[in-house]
């Protein structure tokens, strides 16, 4: 199972970033798929949820209206667009199977997000 997430950056406040979450081994189109994110000196939290279709998502209230997750079963791969990006957003970006409870033992590398001006 590889979990690979790119896309990460420095950017400035109120900047856009688009992450992508390229995966194998499993099969990623029956799973609800999520991102989390780990900033320093904090634990790693579940900020947005996509079901196996595409059609639900939910995101956690820090996020909600600035970040939209997306997937493409046809490619293995799950999106998160985050716009109006926050100081506050700085962390290491995860993707991995699941919600709250992730089912994929073995992370990512994960993607640095900065933001600062």
């Known amino acids: 199972v590889q979990l690979v997430e790119s896309g990460g950056g420095l950017v400035q406040p109120g900047g856009s970033l688009r992450l992508t979450c390229a995966t194998s081994g499993f099969t990623f189109s029956i799973n609800v798929m999520s991102w989390y994110r780990q900033a320093p000196g904090k634990e790693r939290e579940v900020i947005a949820s996509i079901s196996n279709a595409g059609t639900d998502k939910i995101y956690v209230d820090s996020v909600k209206g600035r970040f939209t997750i997306s997937r493409d079963n046809g490619k293995n791969t799950v999106y998160l667009q985050m716009n109006s990006l926050k100081p506050e957003d700085t962390a290491v970006y995860y993707c991995?199977?699941?919600?709250?409870?992730?089912?994929?033992?073995?992370w990512g590398q994960g993607t640095q997000v900065t933001v600062s001006s």
């Open positions: 991995n199977a699941g919600g709250s409870r992730p089912l994929i033992r073995t």
